[in-house]
């Protein structure tokens, strides 16, 4: 059938197997939510003290993270996350308590209790106590204690409605805070807390030993603990806003009770209550004042009031109050999010500073007020100035100029992070006001770190009266214009995300709600900085200009105190520019070795050592050209010798050779008397014949240099090494102790020579064949087994030959990485490369035993369209002494983890993980962009980044930092500095709408964004409206923009591609129309209702042409759909709409023709003729419920329904026949009762859906008897709502996982031309978004791999109370809860596997804790070690159990991992 493609995946396995194999699945977190519950700060980390900064721990999605502060503001980096499997309402700092007051952070510590503790309350009544420990150099969060609250309360509906943990200010009590009547007080018991509780596992009442509950008889406002005097510290006093039972009025209740140890231990007891005036509204929040002494406010939706303990003993009713200033159309502006942010002094009335004596002392002139910061629902910030005489003033901090809008910050979270030193108090005498630092953060807002300061030119207020109240009516805004605020993106809030697309260079999901709305770029890979750019200035003249063809780089020996100076050579046209970097750091034109190099055809160029004994900074550089090889006595300084000496000529090629390839090889000779150093010179020499050969040149030692300045060369002394081909590259490479020389030939092959020193011949070295590797051979079996399939492989034997090659080794496991020249990479797992016998010396390149060296297993990959080259990260340009002393070493030289970069056009980090992976992942620079395209790539010496940027390297010695230069196509050279660690980089398109639904062109390369319009608060009508804008992602330039109807909201975007004679691609939007409530006949809550929809088909265009004559006068639906830029060059012209009489929820294109969209309970199929310009309905099905969504493969369509799960469709065009009619036939239909969001098609008989709920599950034929109906295969819940899913991969990183098998063998070698497929990891994944901000991916995996899991899973969950394995925080029975649906017990499922335990086990635990975890599960270890058993029934497995545990996780998060 014309116009509709196959597809297969490694989804559709059970349709090759006759549907008997059933499907597992893996589900793991691929994007963490950024959805910010809750935040403490504290000094958590117990080992940092107490002196440094303290530490941010935030409740953020379904985890729990600890990030570092080094100053108020400078959020420094992620420390540790831990899950927890419940749904947390709020999280607080435990502080234990100092002598006499709450401690601030710049305080010790008096009684020596240890670091600071963090308390999370759970919804279901899960309160937790939680510290920092710290374990073989990393942090994680540990569970102390865990108690159940409110468990003797009996509710209804087995929901406690908690509101939050209420944490007293001198940490002497807990108050859990219930919606609904209860209050429950839980006193600390410090004096009974033990080390041995703290640091063990044991869960015997703790710090929490005895509870006292109260029933408030009434709904609670909120609730608070307020400061004691300081004679009352052993008294607790607890504040509520209670809505009465009975009377449903609002009264104070004042609560009191006593710490333990006390002679006084009554339980807890109403001393008084207060009736709020009736003109007061409800109150929101209970504020207390920690520096006012038994006060607190009272912040409704409309006011602040301040209240006092002996305000309500007393019964006075008189509450002074101010008010919070509205919206300018008269609507109250709700406070949003509120912290304490310490003390302020103020002038008081009576003693102003121009009356006060000298010898006065400014504190008895002054009056403490509290100060408290505030966010309201419009965006705006105050400052709150809280005086106990009482007074209220009320700041707007405004927006510093140049700054974001300051209508713009909003969050339902914040936390003050302290001023600029730390501390809480401020010394009343310094003139000098501190900035103060706040966290902002919330569910639909970028959380942001504000900087708030006061101006220089401001003014002291009018002074504060000493005594009385203020009246209410008193002007509150006296300190207007003099605050203002400054923020930073702290972290990147990407939720909600309704929609999201998957793209090879990037991903784009949309984020963030009304004006704030954006779509996020993310790239995941190792982020890259420019350093510096390399400019090289001549002594005599200005700089040179630079355009590199190729660059090498080195060091030279010298005599500053890191005794290394680097270098580099340059290629521009013609001639080779070499240079130095000077003491000043400026670099410098090497006038010794430029005029010995600049007319010659340079082939390499490296340093090889010290001329003298002296250590005078003087050396040699081995030059290699196409003609010769010669030594050039060259020292550090960049200024002209006088008289140079002349170089040494080592070796010359004949009349019929050329050197193509050159490098240098160090290595320690083992004499009886001592260790010498030995360096050896290799050189690629090509004949006439096209023949080649290396030529291995022993380099002469110092002496023999200066000695021979003046004579010929003599006869040479070498090792050659005959090739049957050309040679195409050459590395030198060290495997340990070993050294080899990777050879690539156009046969096309791979050959790996091994060298070794020998004392008894003259040259001083031999070389063996080890390993022979047939490229072409190797290609044939690697067909099936492509990772990325996107572009095929060259099949021209040119585009396969090697263009480079490297290894990449650890202690077990040995990779040889091939490049191609059509910009593919073959990964070979070699055996026996480090344990190479004694050489044979008899080999040559053409035999066929390649030794003890063999080829386990392979891969193929697909990285660039360019030919591939390797950039070795080792130290290697190091002098001769540092190269044997890394030689002689037991040790590989590339410390830490072995990585190589990869350039193919874009650049890449070849990684080889501790578990025996091969990761790739691309480089990108911070942002998210993508680098400008890289011509060559070399490493630096330690030379140019330990003196300047040594603060990237770590303490231990491991570098955290690699540094290379690079050549770019502009002609720059630069110093780069890459993260070895990769991670996601995300950069924020800002669109100025409420994203629901983005695609991307092609053809102009724009995105296109369909979105709703927030209504603003003057205008008449309250109801969004929606556009359509075309979006360069490079630079966030808005191209063109279509509005679309009043009263209308978009809810679908498709291309639509139409292939014939003539090529059409239109943009579809569907909408839905509605009807604006009238509110004083439907009420206030009365929501929009559908009166219809529409399709409204665009044509991105470009307006970059010739205009021939008069311009057409636009339509009346182009001047008012169509709004373009026309300096931009493109347009969104309005072309045909059609009218439907439900919104339009989803579309589809249909084949080359076809389109099918989702309305109501609808599904019609449609094709436009482009002729009569009509859309024409070619066939419709029709639903018993309404439609969701649609999928499209080939003839295949999925059909979500609101209430039958799924329905699968397929559709058959009309042909030419007379009377043929197209039609959409039934197939399967499954209708579990699930409110499907989105589905999509993994083969004919298995597709994979969500819930509006967060339920995802897979459904399928179970065998030929029911083809009709399927049935249910596996779901599991993901804890919030989803709302998109689809196939692919979110970020571009290609990850080759070893022994990661997405079924059974014996499945396997059922398949078709699978036999020869030893590994492979699925094709596709399945990326689902949910509203909070977070992407999850469901993998295929084989049944083996699933019980190896589910054991795993098992085994953790059964291990001890407190046990570092146990989640932090676990509701009751959440795991099997977490498989089944709330429609009830016929969708349990036992298929799929959350990798959330998997990966805590991976990365949270200790060696003995993961051993542990595999003694639990005695089954355990033997399903590992059969999983990864060796096919031959004699081989023994060459790991452990444990170790093959967390090479399966490992590799599975590789591929789900973001």
Same mark, same amino acid.
């Given at each position: &059938?014309?116009?509709?493609?196959?597809?297969?995946?490694?989804?559709?396995?059970?349709?090759?197997?006759?549907?008997?194999?059933?499907?597992?699945?893996?589900?793991?977190?691929?994007?963490?939510?950024?959805?910010?519950?809750?935040?403490?700060?504290?000094?958590?980390?117990?080992?940092?003290?107490?002196?440094?900064?303290?530490?941010?721990?935030?409740?953020?999605?379904?985890?729990?993270?600890?990030?570092?502060?080094?100053?108020?503001? &400078?959020?420094?980096?992620?420390?540790?996350?831990?899950?927890?499997?419940?749904?947390?309402?709020? =999280?607080?700092?435990?502080?234990?308590? $100092?002598?006499?007051?709450?401690?601030?952070?710049? @305080?010790?510590?008096?009684?020596?209790?240890?670091?600071?503790?963090?308390?999370?309350?759970?919804?279901?009544?899960?309160?937790?106590?939680?510290?920092?420990?710290?374990?073989?150099?990393?942090?994680?969060?540990?569970?102390?204690?865990?108690?159940?609250?409110?468990?003797?309360?009996?509710?209804?509906?087995?929901?406690?409605?908690?509101?939050?943990?209420?944490?007293?200010?001198?940490?002497?009590?807990?108050?859990?805070?219930?919606?609904?009547?209860?209050?429950?007080?839980?006193?600390?018991?410090?004096?009974?807390?033990?080390?041995?509780?703290?640091?063990?596992?044991?869960? $015997?009442?703790?710090?929490?030993?005895?509870?006292?509950?109260?029933?408030?008889?009434?709904?609670?406002?909120?609730?608070?603990?307020?400061?004691?005097?300081?004679?009352?510290?052993?008294?607790?006093?607890?504040?509520?806003?209670?809505?009465?039972?009975?009377?449903?009025?609002?009264?104070?209740?004042?609560?009191?009770?006593?710490?333990?140890?006390?002679?006084?231990?009554?339980?807890?007891?109403?001393?008084?209550?207060?009736?709020?005036?009736?003109?007061?509204?409800?109150?929101?929040?209970?504020?207390?004042?920690?520096?006012?002494?038994?006060?607190?406010?009272?912040?409704?939706?409309?006011?602040?009031?301040?209240?006092?303990?002996?305000?309500?003993?007393?019964?006075?009713?008189?509450?002074?109050?101010?008010?919070?200033?509205?919206?300018?159309?008269?609507?109250?502006?709700?406070?949003?999010?509120?912290?304490?942010?310490?003390?302020?002094?103020?002038?008081?009335?009576?003693?102003?500073?121009?009356?006060?004596?000298?010898?006065?002392?400014?504190?008895?002139?002054?009056?403490?007020?509290?100060?408290?910061?505030?966010?309201?629902?419009?965006?705006?910030?105050?400052?709150?100035?809280?005086?106990?005489?009482?007074?209220?003033? !009320?700041?707007?901090?405004?927006?510093?100029?140049?700054?974001?809008?300051?209508?713009? !910050?909003?969050?339902?979270?914040?936390? #003050?992070?302290?001023?600029?030193?730390?501390?809480?108090?401020?010394?009343?005498?310094?003139?000098?006001?501190?900035?103060?630092?706040?966290?902002?953060?919330?569910?639909?807002?970028?959380?942001?770190?504000?900087?708030?300061?006061?101006?220089?030119?401001?003014?002291?207020?009018?002074?504060?009266?000493?005594?009385?109240?203020?009246?209410?009516?008193?002007?509150?805004?006296?300190?207007?214009?003099?605050?203002?605020?400054?923020?930073?993106?702290?972290?990147?809030?990407?939720?909600?995300?309704?929609?999201?697309?998957?793209?090879?260079?990037?991903?784009?999901?949309?984020?963030?709600?009304?004006?704030?709305?954006?779509?996020?770029?993310?790239?995941?890979?190792?982020?890259?900085?420019?350093?510096?750019?390399?400019?090289?200035?001549?002594?005599?003249?200005?700089?040179?200009?630079?355009?590199?063809?190729?660059?090498? *780089?080195?060091?030279?020996?010298?005599?500053?105190?890191?005794?290394?100076?680097?270098?580099?050579?340059?290629?521009?046209?013609?001639?080779?520019?070499?240079?130095?970097?000077?003491?000043?750091?400026?670099?410098?034109?090497?006038? &010794?070795?430029?005029?010995?190099?600049?007319?010659?055809?340079?082939?390499?160029?490296?340093?090889?050592? #010290?001329?003298?004994?002296?250590?005078?900074?003087?050396?040699?550089?081995?030059?290699?050209?196409?003609?010769?090889?010669?030594?050039?006595?060259?020292?550090?300084?960049?200024?002209?010798?006088? @008289?140079?000496?002349?170089?040494?000529?080592?070796?010359?090629?004949?009349?019929?050779?050329?050197?193509?390839?050159?490098?240098?090889?160090?290595?320690?000779?083992?004499?009886?008397?001592?260790?010498?150093?030995?360096?050896?010179?290799?050189?690629?020499?090509?004949?006439?014949?096209?023949?080649?050969?290396?030529?291995?040149?022993?380099?002469?030692?110092?002496?023999? =240099?200066?000695?021979?300045?003046?004579?010929?060369?003599?006869?040479?002394?070498?090792?050659? !090494?005959?090739?049957?081909?050309?040679?195409?590259?050459?590395?030198?490479?060290?495997?340990?102790?070993?050294?080899?020389?990777?050879?690539?030939?156009?046969?096309?092959?791979?050959?790996?020579?091994?060298?070794?020193?020998?004392?008894?011949?003259?040259?001083?070295?031999?070389?063996?064949?080890?390993?022979?590797?047939?490229?072409?051979?190797?290609?044939?079996?690697?067909?099936?087994?492509?990772?990325?399939?996107?572009?095929?492989?060259?099949?021209?034997?040119?585009?396969?030959?090697?263009?480079?090659?490297?290894?990449?080794?650890?202690?077990?496991?040995? #990779?040889?990485?091939?490049?191609?020249?059509?910009?593919?990479?073959?990964?070979?797992?070699?055996?026996?490369?480090?344990?190479?016998?004694?050489?044979?010396?008899?080999?040559?390149?053409?035999?066929?035993?390649?030794?003890?060296?063999?080829?386990?297993?392979?891969?193929?990959?697909?990285?660039?369209?360019?030919?591939?080259?390797?950039?070795?990260?080792?130290?290697?340009?190091?002098?001769?002494?540092?190269?044997?002393?890394?030689?002689?070493?037991?040790?590989?030289?590339?410390?830490?983890?072995?990585?190589?970069?990869?350039?193919?056009?874009?650049?890449?980090?070849?990684?080889?993980?501790?578990?025996?992976?091969?990761?790739?992942?691309?480089?990108?620079?911070?942002?998210?962009?993508?680098?400008?395209?890289?011509?060559?790539?070399?490493?630096?010496?330690?030379?140019?980044?330990?003196?300047?940027?040594?603060?990237?390297?770590?303490?231990?010695?491991?570098?955290?930092?690699? #540094?290379?230069?690079?050549?770019?196509?502009?002609?720059?050279?630069?110093?780069?500095?890459?993260?070895?660690?990769?991670?996601?980089?995300?950069?924020?398109?800002?669109?100025?709408?409420?994203?629901?639904?983005?695609?991307?062109?092609?053809? $102009?390369?724009?995105?296109?964004?369909?979105?709703?319009?927030?209504?603003?608060?003057?205008?008449?009508?309250?109801?969004?409206?929606?556009?359509?804008?075309?979006?360069?992602?490079?630079?966030?330039?808005?191209?063109?923009?279509?509005?679309?109807?009043?009263?209308?909201?978009?809810?679908?975007?498709?291309?639509?591609?139409?292939?014939?004679?003539?090529?059409?691609?239109?943009?579809?939007?569907?909408?839905?129309?509605?009807?604006?409530?009238?509110?004083?006949?439907?009420?206030?809550?009365?929501?929009?209702?559908?009166?219809?929809?529409?399709?409204?088909?665009?044509?991105?265009?470009?307006?970059?042409?010739?205009?021939?004559?008069?311009?057409?006068?636009?339509?009346?639906?182009?001047?008012?759909?169509?709004?373009?830029?026309?300096?931009?060059?493109?347009?969104?012209?309005?072309?045909?709409?059609?009218?439907?009489?439900?919104?339009?929820?989803?579309?589809?294109?249909?084949?080359?023709?076809?389109?099918?969209?989702?309305?109501?309970?609808?599904?019609?199929?449609?094709?436009?003729?482009?002729?009569?310009?009509?859309?024409?309905?070619?066939?419709?099905?029709?639903?018993?419920?309404?439609?969701?969504?649609?999928?499209?493969?080939?003839?295949?369509?999925?059909?979500?329904?609101?209430?039958? $799960?799924?329905?699968?469709?397929?559709?058959?065009?009309?042909?030419?026949?007379?009377?043929?009619?197209?039609?959409?036939?039934?197939?399967?239909?499954?209708?579990?009762?699930?409110?499907?969001?989105?589905?999509?098609?993994?083969? @004919?008989?298995?597709?994979?859906?969500?819930?509006?709920?967060?339920?995802?599950?897979?459904?399928?034929?179970?065998?030929?008897?029911?083809?009709?109906?399927?049935?249910?295969?596996?779901?599991?819940?993901?804890?919030?709502?989803?709302?998109?899913?689809?196939?692919?991969?979110?970020?571009?990183?290609?990850?080759?996982?070893?022994?990661?098998?997405?079924?059974?063998?014996?499945?396997?070698?059922? !398949?078709?031309?699978?036999?020869?497929?030893?590994?492979?990891?699925?094709?596709?994944?399945?990326?689902?978004?949910?509203?909070?901000?977070?992407?999850?991916?469901?993998?295929?995996?084989?049944?083996?791999?699933?019980?190896?899991?589910?054991?795993?899973?098992?085994? &953790?969950?059964?291990?001890?109370?407190?046990?570092?394995?146990?989640?932090?925080?676990?509701?009751?029975? *959440?795991?099997?809860?977490?498989?089944?649906?709330?429609?009830?017990?016929?969708?349990?499922?036992?298929?799929?596997?959350?990798?959330?335990?998997?990966?805590?086990?991976?990365?949270?635990?200790?060696?003995?804790?993961?051993?542990?975890?595999?003694?639990?599960?005695?089954?355990?270890?033997?399903?590992?070690?059969?999983?990864?058993?060796?096919?031959?029934?004699?081989?023994?497995?060459?790991?452990?159990?444990?170790?093959?545990?967390?090479?399966?996780?490992? *590799?599975?998060?590789?591929?789900?991992?973001?």
């Amino acid at each position: &059938m014309s116009g509709f493609t196959s597809f297969s995946s490694a989804w559709e396995a059970e349709v090759h197997l006759k549907k008997k194999s059933p499907v597992y699945g893996y589900v793991s977190e691929t994007l963490s939510s950024s959805m910010i519950k809750g935040a403490a700060l504290g000094n958590f980390r117990k080992d940092l003290g107490f002196s440094s900064s303290p530490d941010l721990i935030m409740a953020v999605g379904t985890s729990l993270s600890v990030f570092s502060l080094d100053a108020p503001g &400078m959020l420094v980096g992620h420390v540790s996350s831990a899950p927890v499997f419940a749904n947390i309402l709020n =999280i607080e700092c435990l502080q234990p308590p $100092t002598e006499h007051h709450h401690r601030s952070f710049a @305080e010790p510590h008096s009684i020596g209790l240890g670091s600071d503790l963090c308390v999370a309350l759970a919804e279901d009544g899960q309160l937790a106590l939680l510290s920092v420990e710290e374990i073989g150099g990393r942090y994680r969060l540990r569970t102390l204690e865990k108690t159940a609250v409110l468990a003797d309360v009996e509710v209804e509906n087995e929901s406690l409605m908690l509101r939050k943990a209420a944490i007293d200010p001198f940490s002497r009590a807990i108050a859990i805070v219930s919606w609904i009547n209860h209050i429950e007080l839980l006193p600390v018991d410090w004096a009974n807390r033990s080390a041995a509780q703290v640091a063990g596992y044991s869960q $015997t009442p703790g710090l929490f030993r005895s509870r006292i509950c109260i029933d408030a008889d009434g709904a609670i406002c909120d609730a608070a603990i307020l400061s004691p005097l300081r004679s009352e510290m052993q008294r607790i006093l607890l504040v509520a806003a209670v809505v009465e039972r009975t009377n449903r009025h609002i009264n104070l209740h004042l609560y009191e009770s006593w710490v333990p140890g006390t002679s006084h231990r009554p339980p807890l007891g109403m001393v008084a209550k207060l009736p709020l005036p009736y003109s007061m509204s409800t109150p929101m929040y209970v504020v207390p004042l920690p520096d006012h002494r038994e006060c607190f406010l009272l912040i409704n939706e409309c006011e602040i009031a301040f209240v006092s303990t002996p305000q309500i003993l007393s019964g006075d009713v008189n509450i002074y109050h101010q008010p919070i200033p509205r919206l300018p159309n008269g609507q109250p502006d709700l406070v949003k999010a509120y912290c304490v942010a310490g003390t302020k002094a103020i002038l008081s009335a009576h003693m102003s500073d121009s009356s006060r004596r000298p010898s006065e002392p400014l504190l008895s002139s002054t009056i403490l007020a509290q100060k408290l910061y505030i966010t309201t629902q419009s965006g705006k910030l105050y400052c709150v100035l809280v005086s106990p005489r009482p007074h209220i003033s !009320l700041t707007r901090v405004s927006a510093k100029q140049g700054s974001v809008s300051d209508t713009m !910050l909003s969050g339902e979270s914040m936390l #003050f992070l302290g001023s600029h030193s730390h501390k809480r108090y401020r010394n009343a005498d310094s003139a000098e006001a501190s900035p103060d630092y706040l966290f902002v953060g919330g569910d639909c807002a970028d959380h942001r770190i504000v900087r708030v300061i006061e101006d220089s030119s401001w003014q002291e207020p009018a002074p504060w009266p000493k005594h009385g109240p203020m009246q209410p009516n008193e002007p509150t805004s006296s300190l207007d214009g003099s605050l203002f605020w400054s923020s930073r993106l702290a972290l990147v809030n990407q939720s909600p995300i309704s929609d999201f697309m998957l793209r090879p260079e990037a991903s784009y999901w949309t984020s963030g709600l009304s004006s704030n709305g954006a779509v996020n770029r993310a790239q995941f890979g190792h982020g890259v900085r420019v350093e510096e750019t390399i400019g090289i200035t001549n002594a005599e003249s200005s700089n040179v200009n630079i355009t590199p063809t190729s660059l090498w *780089s080195f060091a030279l020996p010298s005599i500053a105190a890191n005794g290394i100076t680097p270098c580099v050579v340059v290629q521009q046209a013609g001639t080779y520019v070499p240079a130095i970097r000077d003491i000043d750091g400026e670099w410098q034109l090497m006038h &010794m070795l430029h005029q010995f190099i600049e007319a010659k055809q340079l082939v390499s160029v490296d340093s090889v050592g #010290f001329s003298d004994a002296a250590n005078t900074g003087v050396c040699h550089v081995v030059c290699v050209t196409s003609e010769s090889v010669f030594l050039v006595k060259s020292t550090a300084i960049a200024l002209a010798i006088p @008289e140079p000496s002349p170089p040494v000529i080592i070796s010359c090629a004949k009349s019929d050779e050329v050197f193509t390839h050159g490098g240098i090889l160090s290595m320690t000779t083992d004499d009886s008397i001592d260790s010498v150093c030995r360096n050896w010179i290799l050189v690629a020499v090509r004949t006439k014949q096209m023949r080649s050969a290396i030529r291995i040149i022993s380099a002469p030692a110092a002496e023999y =240099i200066d000695c021979q300045m003046d004579q010929e060369p003599s006869v040479d002394s070498f090792v050659e !090494l005959e090739l049957p081909h050309e040679m195409s590259c050459m590395r030198i490479v060290s495997v340990g102790k070993t050294n080899f020389v990777l050879v690539g030939t156009y046969e096309p092959k791979l050959y790996v020579f091994q060298l070794s020193p020998c004392t008894n011949s003259t040259s001083g070295i031999i070389a063996s064949l080890v390993l022979g590797v047939d490229i072409t051979e190797h290609l044939a079996r690697l067909e099936t087994s492509t990772i990325v399939s996107s572009t095929r492989v060259n099949d021209n034997i040119a585009g396969v030959v090697a263009s480079d090659a490297c290894v990449l080794c650890s202690a077990d496991k040995q #990779f040889l990485l091939i490049g191609l020249r059509n910009g593919s990479m073959v990964r070979l797992e070699i055996s026996g490369l480090s344990l190479c016998g004694t050489p044979d010396s008899s080999r040559s390149a053409s035999d066929q035993d390649t030794g003890v060296p063999r080829v386990l297993s392979s891969e193929l990959i697909r990285v660039g369209p360019v030919p591939v080259v390797f950039t070795d990260l080792s130290p290697s340009s190091f002098v001769s002494e540092q190269r044997c002393e890394l030689a002689a070493s037991d040790t590989k030289h590339c410390s830490g983890i072995p990585r190589v970069l990869v350039l193919s056009e874009s650049l890449f980090i070849a990684s080889l993980s501790s578990v025996g992976t091969v990761t790739i992942s691309l480089c990108v620079l911070h942002g998210g962009q993508q680098i400008p395209e890289i011509r060559q790539v070399v490493p630096a010496p330690p030379a140019w980044y330990q003196d300047r940027y040594s603060y990237m390297i770590s303490v231990d010695g491991a570098q955290h930092t690699i #540094f290379c230069l690079s050549a770019d196509a502009c002609g720059t050279v630069s110093l780069l500095s890459i993260d070895t660690v990769a991670q996601c980089h995300v950069h924020e398109i800002p669109v100025g709408i409420e994203p629901r639904r983005v695609i991307s062109d092609k053809e $102009t390369g724009l995105m296109l964004v369909a979105g709703i319009v927030p209504a603003f608060p003057t205008s008449t009508s309250m109801f969004p409206t929606s556009s359509l804008k075309a979006i360069d992602t490079r630079d966030g330039h808005i191209h063109a923009e279509a509005q679309l109807d009043p009263y209308e909201l978009v809810h679908s975007l498709e291309k639509w591609h139409i292939q014939g004679p003539k090529s059409y691609r239109y943009i579809c939007v569907g909408t839905g129309q509605y009807s604006e409530p009238n509110p004083s006949t439907q009420g206030l809550d009365a929501a929009p209702r559908a009166v219809g929809g529409r399709l409204v088909i665009y044509n991105l265009k470009s307006t970059k042409r010739k205009s021939r004559g008069k311009s057409e006068k636009p339509s009346r639906k182009q001047k008012s759909d169509t709004t373009g830029n026309a300096a931009s060059g493109y347009e969104l012209r309005y072309i045909w709409e059609s009218k439907r009489s439900a919104p339009v929820r989803a579309l589809a294109h249909l084949g080359d023709s076809y389109l099918i969209l989702a309305s109501g309970t609808l599904c019609v199929v449609l094709k436009l003729d482009v002729v009569q310009k009509q859309l024409i309905e070619c066939c419709e099905a029709e639903l018993r419920f309404p439609a969701s969504s649609l999928d499209v493969r080939g003839n295949v369509v999925v059909v979500g329904s609101s209430r039958e $799960t799924v329905h699968v469709f397929r559709f058959v065009p009309s042909t030419e026949d007379p009377g043929s009619v197209a039609s959409l036939q039934m197939i399967h239909s499954a209708r579990f009762g699930v409110n499907t969001a989105d589905a999509r098609c993994l083969a @004919e008989d298995l597709v994979v859906g969500i819930d509006t709920s967060g339920y995802l599950y897979a459904v399928g034929a179970p065998d030929e008897s029911r083809e009709f109906a399927l049935d249910f295969i596996m779901g599991i819940h993901l804890g919030t709502e989803c709302t998109r899913v689809k196939m692919g991969s979110p970020v571009r990183r290609l990850s080759l996982p070893t022994h990661v098998l997405p079924w059974d063998r014996s499945e396997h070698n059922q !398949l078709p031309g699978q036999q020869n497929a030893y590994q492979q990891i699925p094709e596709y994944s399945v990326i689902i978004s949910t509203t909070a901000g977070a992407l999850w991916t469901l993998i295929r995996i084989s049944k083996s791999a699933y019980h190896v899991l589910h054991r795993l899973e098992q085994a &953790m969950l059964d291990m001890e109370a407190g046990h570092p394995a146990r989640p932090l925080m676990l509701e009751a029975d *959440s795991i099997a809860r977490n498989r089944q649906s709330n429609t009830g017990s016929q969708l349990i499922s036992e298929n799929i596997v959350d990798g959330t335990l998997s990966r805590m086990f991976l990365e949270n635990l200790t060696d003995s804790e993961q051993a542990q975890v595999l003694d639990r599960c005695p089954d355990l270890g033997q399903l590992a070690l059969r999983l990864f058993s060796s096919p031959a029934p004699s081989a023994k497995p060459t790991l452990g159990a444990l170790e093959y545990v967390r090479l399966l996780v490992h *590799s599975l998060n590789s591929v789900c991992s973001c």
